[in-house]
Every structure is written in structure tokens, then in C-alpha cells.
């Protein structure tokens, strides 16, 4: 009797009482159609069993004498889950007839894995001439403006108030976030990603700490030889960011005022267009992973895994061709703009 009541409280670590996993059951069996995969995973059936192969030696449980792991793939649709359906953990659970502590610990380890081990495959810099002479040559044709890598701009996630250094994590509106600087190509997919800045960071000093700003300054990604026109010096590849951006080496911007004369105020017309390929990439992005949109019940300590996996997981779904509806995408892109994340704490 004793080990019966020992090996059932092992299993209430997985199980949540009352609940069953028939709904996601329905999906493992193969009688969902695709669509249905898309609108809970935001992939497809074969992406998403070609993540988890990916994944696999990563996540995979070790049996025991007590209870059997939850097969992988269970948590990979589990992570997929939670984050498209706005980061919350009690629903996740009851989808897939766990714990709340069971569905955390599962999303914690994916997202961890994902992170580390999918991040530098998906989300890469160009550090060889051929990738970086691609990037310019795409964004040229794509958005009109030569000599340019790709676009830079930040956005807000908000989370819970932290229980200390609150006021360093504030948005200036009352909530709590914390900001993602990230460059993006001209196929919406982002190429550097930096998560470690507080909320009440201005945008213009966590631009500077982008690595591909730092890693073109020092050489590591290959700056290109100079196009030169006749009469002119020689143009560099750079960055396109917006008028709140400092002044750096490898970053193009329009004029803060517009302007004086009719060719700069073209000019920074083509620029602002062009720059929309940033905003609308993170529109994408949430359009998806609507955990983004609002405070997750994750540790704050575990954020930076959770919402870098998005972007991995973004940039997997890009590759894959698992779109998003534009409908959505203008929302996210709206919802994006009424956070206002250049209103920060001076």
C-alpha cells in the first residue's frame, strides 16, 4: 500500500487531478488537420516533429523505477502552446492534463534548450562576405535603400513588478518590462537579439549594445568593400535605425527634423519606409507568441530563455514558411506602437 501511495505521488507530479491530455492525445494521434496544428503551435505537423528531432537529446527524460518521462514531443507542443496562447500556465496544464509545476518545468527546459542550443543555428550574424553581401543586396532590392544590412530598432515586453530593483524595470507608465534591442533582414528575420536591459533603458543606449554594431566596428562581420560613386566617397554598409538612434559608426538614419531641404527630406522618407521592415518583423513576432504581449508567469530569472525563444522560434517558422495572418500581424504591429517604448524614464 505504502509504495501504491508513493508511486501515485510521483505521478501527481505530471498528472493533474481531474484533468486528461485527450485534447492534445487527438493531435499526437495524427487525426487534427494541419490548420489546426497552426492556429495551436503555429507550425505545421512535419516543422513541428522536425523541431523536436532537433531538440530531442535536449529535453528527453530518463525512466526510472518511479514513473516514465513525458515523451518529448509532448513538450515541445506544451512550450508552443504556452507561448502562442498569451503565456499562461494553469491553461497549458489543462490542455495537456498536467500540473501548473509540471507544465513550468517543461517550458522552462525547452525554452532553455531551444535558447542555447537552436539560437546560434536560427538566429545568426553574417560573418562570412557571401552572407553579408546577400543581406545587402536582398534589403536593396526588397526596400529601395543600398548599402544597408539590415534594420535596428527595440521593443518592450512587459513582465510581473519584480520583487526588488522594481523601479529599474519601470516603462515610465506605472508597469514594469524589460527591452529587447534586435536587428532584422529584409525577410523579417532577425539576426541579433539582446535581452539583458532593463525597461527604463533608453532605446539609443541598448542600440549601442547590439553585437552586430560592435562586431562591424571591430571587423568580425565583414564590413564590405566601399561602393564608391563618381565624385563621391566611398558608401560602407550599415545599419538603418530611427531618428532616437545616436550617431555611430554603421548606422544610418534619417535627419531628427525631417530635413531642411526636399532631397534630405526624400531621403529620410526612404529611410523611414524602409525602417518599417523592423516594427512589422516584431509584429510578426507577436502576432505569433502572444506571450509577448503581456506578463508571463514565468521567473523573472527565466524570462531571457523564454522570450529568446521566440525569436528562435520565429525565425524557424520563417524558414519553414508557416506565415502568420497579416490581419494579426497589423494588430501586433498597432499593439506595438500603443506600448509607446520610447516613453521611457529618463
Known amino acids: 500500500r505504502q509504495i501504491t501511495l508513493l508511486v501515485l505521488s510521483c505521478l501527481a507530479l505530471w498528472v493533474r487531478p481531474g484533468r486528461t491530455s485527450a485534447w492534445w492525445d487527438n ?3 495524427g487525426v487534427v488537420a494541419d490548420t489546426e496544428w497552426r492556429e495551436n ?7 513541428l516533429f522536425a523541431l523536436l528531432e532537433e531538440l530531442r537529446p535536449y529535453i528527453e527524460g530518463q525512466m526510472t523505477n518511479m514513473r516514465a518521462p513525458v515523451d518529448p514531443i509532448k513538450k515541445v507542443a506544451m512550450t508552443l502552446y504556452y507561448l502562442s496562447n498569451e503565456g499562461r500556465l494553469r491553461e ?4 495537456f492534463g498536467v500540473s501548473r509545476q509540471s507544465a513550468s518545468a517543461f517550458v522552462r527546459q525547452t525554452c532553455k534548450a531551444i535558447a542555447t542550443h537552436l ?21 536593396h532590392r526588397a526596400h529601395g535603400v543600398p548599402r544597408c544590412l539590415g534594420a535596428v530598432d527595440g521593443t ?3 513582465i510581473k513588478q519584480p520583487p526588488s530593483n522594481s523601479v529599474e524595470f519601470g516603462n515610465g507608465k506605472g508597469g514594469h518590462c524589460v527591452s529587447v534591442q534586435a536587428v532584422c533582414d529584409y525577410t523579417y528575420r532577425f539576426m541579433d537579439v539582446v535581452i539583458t536591459s532593463p525597461g527604463s533603458v533608453r532605446d539609443a543606449r541598448a542600440c549601442a549594445n547590439t553585437r552586430l554594431i560592435r562586431f562591424l566596428r571591430t571587423g568580425r562581420v565583414p564590413a564590405l568593400e566601399k561602393q564608391t560613386v563618381e565624385g563621391e566617397e566611398g558608401i560602407p554598409i550599415s545599419l538603418l535605425g530611427d531618428p532616437a538612434d545616436p550617431l555611430l559608426p554603421f548606422l544610418m538614419k534619417e535627419y531628427s527634423n525631417g530635413g531642411s531641404m526636399p532631397q534630405d527630406r526624400y531621403v529620410g522618407l526612404c529611410l ?8 512589422h518583423a516584431f509584429g510578426r513576432l507577436k502576432a505569433r507568441f502572444h506571450a509577448l504581449k503581456r506578463p508571463m508567469d514565468i521567473n523573472l530569472k527565466d524570462l531571457p530563455n523564454v522570450i529568446y ?8 517558422c520563417e524558414a519553414n514558411k508557416d506565415y502568420v495572418d497579416e490581419n494579426s500581424v ?17
Open 92 to 95: 497549458t496544464a489543462d490542455a
Open 27 to 29: 493531435f499526437a494521434n
Open 330 to 346: 497589423l494588430e501586433a504591429v498597432q499593439f506595438d506602437k500603443n506600448q509607446s517604448y520610447n516613453a521611457i524614464i529618463p
Open 272 to 279: 523611414c519606409r524602409a525602417h518599417m521592415v523592423i516594427g
Open 156 to 158: 518592450h515586453v512587459e
Open 41 to 47: 503551435f503555429r507550425m505545421s505537423r512535419a516543422p
Open 309 to 316: 525563444s521566440c525569436f528562435v522560434l520565429h525565425n524557424y
Open 119 to 139: 539560437g546560434p543555428k536560427y538566429v545568426k550574424l553574417p560573418f562570412t562576405e557571401p552572407e553579408a553581401a546577400e543581406l545587402v543586396e536582398g534589403f
